[in-house]
């Protein structure tokens, strides 16, 4: 069979990234938090000489659709017909991670177990009978340890066995009840149903839960089924006392335990460091004062390493500029090119590498140790009186790294209202490009104490256009639902290829764009160019910010990636001694403006598929408005003071 | 599960345990609390409390979960551990 296609499916935090990255190269995000891939990757690998498509699903709780991800998870298995499933299971919730199991099973697709974690599983004093497990299922069940690789060689061995067999899993069997209400609606389907690829059992068992989507897709192929769904329906509730959709899952549940008690064994586990660590970082005493350390630690740490690196290079590339100057004059066109492509390559190496690297490494650890869920626990009952909860801090910190995956991360918020509003402020969050503008403007010239007061002030500002927007709009979530994973020590390896994938980001894409606009503004200036753009825009710039008039073109490219404002500035006045050319008040004000104003070209484009153009075009104005109100008040606040 | 004392998990002590009578409230919630491995019937034990009304962390199953406090008083419940361990549609034994 050419171009197989293998899907991975399994529950959140199961490690279907993990292996997916082990396969395929580290092109999927991984992280130690629910929801870290929110939409799926797709890849093309070699397994057995055989070339293969992977396919990495979010993950799923259920196959009912609580959240976007779920949505997108099922559409992809309902409209993608795969060949084959690889099921990955996490061995610590095995009971749980079996209800998905089951669900997938009735699916009618060839389907591997990857019975994963167990390392984790044995520290939890769990024994797993794996043979057992793939008896009682009529699946074969691999045993893998995805983080260290163990056993994924097997497991597409075994892939590929049942997508060239096609042998399909029997569907699981629930209760009598459960049959017979299922049969009821199965056999209303049947005549419309001979040529899909997925059993018309799936569906009638979907339709009984109440999934409004699938009764939907049901009604148009088969008239008046909703009424023998409703009567299966009721019929159940009668025999049990409970909505059929609690009688469906509940029988689930009992047909999982029921496995999980054949075929595991639980000793005691050892109290480890993990439950030690917990019982600090979330006592309702020490839990709150220690994120603000940890946090403030993060700050201060990148901060100080950054500043390290950043000046001995500054020193070097001004020599360098120097040098191009006296060799090519910067009143020639060959000058004023030669002098842009100097300033951009300095401005990547000298100034944004030094604290992109180490922002992004701590990041990487804050994320897989599994950090961010905890901050969601604390942070939950600030969240609420925003009108917002815990799991709005998630996409919030994830903006702190790059705008982009955090507007996608809004997708595990099940209330379009929340996903709304964290979108509005996600952007707002300085991020990466903007943390360097920060250090590399207001740090390293006003000092750290002012960089952080900036961080306050963002802080503040979205914490109270928070509370604006939840007061305006209406459809609360109920509150926060939020597995909180095990705390994991964060392998160097995964780090290091998760900066890598951040890091390339900037390297291929932005420093390009940075050292093509930087030759672009040369020659802008050499044909007198940038003085128009200036004098149209000064107006804000000289007006209403009181900043020089040559930062006018920098806020042009800056809508590009925020990056280049700063290095654009570094070549308007010609030097990367900033302070040469701004007062203090100046670097704050420009430092703020930039901070809040509109989102670069890659958010924009993300919100237009996240949130529309509706959203879009007023949460863009928003920033406007605010960057420029914000402007004002440090401008004359210095001024005052 | 008659007769015992019913409450909601909002109000269970930390380190005590409490079995699942009802959830309240939408499909929704119910769908999400069932998709976690919480279900009616189950035994659920309160590992933290956070302070100023925060969520409450509970461990069912082995796994942990965070739920705000709007969410835990949806969750009716029993004290201790077997009480309700009959009856209900997630109860396990009495099925097939």
């Known amino acids: 069979m050419e171009g197989m296609r ?110 994963n974690m167990l390392d984790e599983a044995r520290r939890k004093g769990i024994d797993i009978d794996d043979r057992a497990l793939a008896a009682s299922l009529g699946v074969p069940v691999v045993p893998t340890i995805g983080r260290r690789g163990q056993g994924l060689k097997v497991l597409f061995r075994e892939a590929l066995r049942a997508g060239l067999s096609q042998i399909v899993p029997a569907s699981p069997v629930y209760d009598n009840e459960v049959e017979r209400a299922v049969a009821q609606v199965e056999r209303k389907l049947e005549p419309a149903w001979k040529a899909e690829p997925v059993p018309a059992r799936f569906f009638a068992i979907k339709a009984i839960e109440g999934d409004p989507e699938v009764i939907e897709r049901l009604r148009t192929r088969v008239p008046g089924i909703e009424v023998i769904v409703e009567q299966a329906a009721a019929g159940l509730e009668k025999a049990h006392g409970w909505t059929a959709d609690q009688v469906v899952s509940g029988s689930r549940h009992a047909v999982a335990h029921e496995i999980e008690d054949r075929v595991a064994v639980f000793h005691r586990g050892r109290v480890g460091w993990r439950e030690m660590a917990d019982r600090v970082l979330l006592h309702p005493v020490t839990g709150g004062p220690l994120m603000a350390l940890i946090l403030f630690s993060f700050f201060y740490a990148v901060f100080g390493l950054g500043k390290h690196i950043e000046d001995p290079l500054v020193a070097m590339f001004d020599g360098l500029g120097a040098w191009v100057a006296s060799v090519l004059p910067p009143a020639t066109l060959a000058g004023t090119v030669a002098k842009g492509v100097v300033m951009g390559v300095s401005g990547g190496v000298a100034i944004v590498l030094p604290y992109l690297i180490p922002f992004l490494l701590g990041l990487a650890i804050l994320e897989d140790t599994g950090y961010l869920p905890r901050m969601a626990y604390i942070l939950d009952n600030l969240m609420h009186r925003m009108g917002l909860h815990g ?9 702190y790294g790059c705008s982009v995956p955090a507007v996608m991360a809004t997708r595990i918020l099940e209330s379009p209202r929340d996903r709304r509003i964290t979108t509005a402020l996600t952007v707002l969050i300085p991020c990466s ?54 705390l994991r020590l964060p392998a160097a390896k995964t780090l290091l290829a998760k900066t890598w994938l951040s890091l390339r980001e900037f390297i291929v894409i932005a420093w390009p764009l940075l050292i093509g606009s930087s030759a672009v503004l040369g020659v802008l200036e050499w044909a007198h160019g940038s003085g128009v753009v200036n004098e149209l825009l000064s107006p804000l710039t000289v007006i209403v910010l009181g900043l020089p008039a040559v930062v006018g073109v920098t806020l042009i490219f800056g809508i590009l990636r925020k990056e280049l404002t700063v290095l654009m500035l570094i070549q308007a006045i010609g030097t990367t001694n900033i302070a040469a050319a701004l007062s203090p008040a100046q670097m704050m004000t420009f430092t703020v403006f930039v901070v809040f104003y509109i989102p670069c070209v890659a958010t924009i484009a993300v919100m237009l598929r996240e949130v529309g153009w509706k959203d879009t075009t007023w949460i863009s104005a928003m920033t406007v408005v605010i960057a420029t109100v914000l402007g004002v008040a440090v401008r004359f606040a210095f001024a005052l003071f | 599960m008659k007769g015992a004392w019913m409450t909601t998990l909002e109000r269970i002590e930390i380190g005590r345990r409490a079995t699942v009578v009802e959830i309240v409230g939408g499909a929704g919630v119910r769908n999400h609390l069932n998709t976690l491995g919480i279900h009616v019937g189950d035994t659920i034990r309160v ?12 461990e069912i199953h082995g796994t942990r979960v965070a739920l705000g406090r709007g969410v835990a008083r949806k969750v009716t419940v029993t004290e201790g551990a077997e009480a309700a361990r009959t009856g209900g549609p997630g109860s396990g034994r009495g099925y097939r």
């Not at chain 1, 991800?69 to 499933?85: F, G, K, Q, S, W």
């Not at chain 1, 299971?89 to 209800?99: K, M, N, Q, W």
């Not at chain 1, 920060?438 to 390293?444: D, E, F, L, R, T």
């Not at chain 1, 802080?459 to 709009?473: I, N, P």
């Open chain 2, 47 to 58: 590992v933290e409390r956070a302070p100023f009304h925060g969520p409450v962390l509970v």
């Open chain 1, 6 to 115: 293998i899907v991975l499916a399994g529950q959140p935090n199961s490690g279907k990234s993990t292996i997916f990255n082990a396969v395929a190269g580290y092109r999927a995000g991984t992280a130690n938090f629910p929801g870290s891939s929110v939409s799926y990757t797709l890849s093309r690998a070699m397994v057995l000489g055989r070339e293969v498509n992977i396919v990495d699903l979010p993950g799923i709780y259920s196959l009912t659709s609580t959240d976007a991800a779920e949505r997108e998870a099922l559409t992809y298995l309902l409209e993608n017909d795969p060949d084959v499933i690889v099921n990955v299971v996490d061995a610590t919730r095995l009971g749980r991670s079996l209800e998905l199991t089951l669900q997938l099973m009735d699916l009618g697709k060839p389907m591997v177990v990857a019975l």
């Open chain 1, 391 to 399: 799991k709005s801090v998630v996409p919030l910190m994830l903006g």
């Open chain 1, 433 to 486: 490009a903007r943390t360097t503008i920060i250090y590399a403007v207001v740090g390293a010239y006003m000092g750290a104490g002012w960089a952080f007061l900036v961080y306050i002030l963002n802080l503040v500002v979205v914490g109270g256009l928070g509370t604006l927007l939840s007061s305006r709009m209406k459809g609360r979530a109920p509150g926060l639902i939020l597995e909180i994973p095990d």
